[in-house]
């Protein structure tokens, strides 16, 4: 099996076994991306037998504090004990959360085993990450991102189309049961294609910092929740958890420079490229999930669409996204250059937002949806890319902390995202219907300043061209602010180092960068280890070994 796989990585393409693989992985990564967009879509008909309104914004609440706080942890484990038995282990607590949240006779049920399905969501997204850095090298794994980026969109457009169908015909609970015979496909593909080394770290894990991390990542993520629409965001609440976060924290870095086996080890952000896309990652999902929250609701509002068909209100910027993500991915492949993709990406990522920002009430679906384009082009030159170079600027037996970080800090980018954008887009919107219709603006939006389409109906003429004009304010402060927030992309894009992507490079750069490469180290994959003066400084890794490298025992 080595020797035929040899024979097609010669011949430019990957072992079959690893396409195989690869396959699974994609499957895995659209069960962690469609459960959000499929549940949102059958949560009315859920509170509708279950009760518990209160409690609503818990059931997405405790899945993303989960899914937050244990992707670092997964991204540990995986390099200290093995990705694969990590991996699956991720798919079976998910695929159990999902069970029984189907079987859930209440609210409080619900609101636990849903974060019982984020821990394993938490292990999903990371374990596809870092099982692809192990088996793909750095140079070849962009031709790879549009197959990614087609997931996502996949799951962005399918989801809500797929919720609304399944509630509808088969009742909420298989929204959930939906991901049993997903899961179970990519677990025995999994158990049956993939073989990794097997890892056994001596050390232990670091207990004191997962649950630090744990206790900053939830204040984080409950103040970007709650802070202006559970509580106001002067509120003790709010401050007394801003201050448990802030002492987490400080207390979880502290213990880093202690731990025999940190969760998060300091030394990776001693490279300029890590650090740099952890924070083009943090942007990132700023804009992105703003933008997946604040578009569906301007075209419904402003230009009358459909509710049903949210999903395909996004089709220009997810097609954009997914195109130019294959192009990139191509072009880093066969030129092993990338530097250019974070510096044009965030440019346009910058005009795309400053573009949306320009729409008012007599904005056509077609120039909207060419600003989503631009915007969905900036997207697909940044998305994989930032993982891309976070994992090649790290040695290979940090590679799962690396691909946990990035993912994290970019989920901790959205929280920021849609709380900030949705906090100024609300009260520019209440702002506006007070001036517009007084009294009745007032009425309309004291309990919230969004409406759906029925709702709007029934309003005053008056009342709705007022909504509809304070919505477009609305978008426009919120997608104003993404610009401004994401010129840092474009700024920490300007200082990203062009180094060498390990794997598939030319024979003569290889040679050219021997001098760089550790003559003692080996890692569990068979690959050279990279110290961090290498991976600032442009050495080849496995390129010095004069080639493509095949993993050991795929």
Known sequence: MATAAIQEQEQGKQPRSVRVVLMALMIAMLLAMLDNMIVGTAMPTIVGELGGLDHLSWVVTAYTLATAASTPIWGKIGDMYGRKGAFLTSIVIFLIGSALSGMAQDMGQLIGFRAVQGLGAGGLMVGVMAIIGDLIPPRERGKYQGMMAGVMALAMIGGPLVGGTITDHLGWRWAFYINLPIGAVALVMITAVLHLPKKRSSGKIDYLGAALLTVGITA??????WGGSEYAWNSAVIMELIAIGVAALVGFVFSQT??????????????RNFTLMSLIGFITGFVMFGAVLFLPLYQQAVQGASATNSGLLLLPMLLSMMVVSLVAGRVTTNTGKYKVFPIVGSVLMVAGLFLLAQMDTGTSRFTSGLYMAVLGAGMGCLMQITMLVAQNSVEMKDMGVASSSTTLFRTLGSSFGV????????????DVMAQKAGALGGKVTEQSAQLDAASLAKLPVQAREAYQYAVSSGTHSAFLLGSIVAIG????AWFVKEVALRGAGPQKAAEADTTDVPSDGGTADGQSAVDDKQTEGGAAGDAARGGKTVPESV
């Open 419 to 430: 709380a900030i954008m949705g906090a100024l887009f609300n009260n520019k919107v209440q």
């Open 220 to 225: 984080i993520v409950l103040v970007t929740t």
């Open 258 to 271: 202690k731990a025999a086996e940190p969760i998060l080890p300091l030394h990776i952000f001693r490279s």
């Open 489 to 492: 992309a474009l700024v920490a």
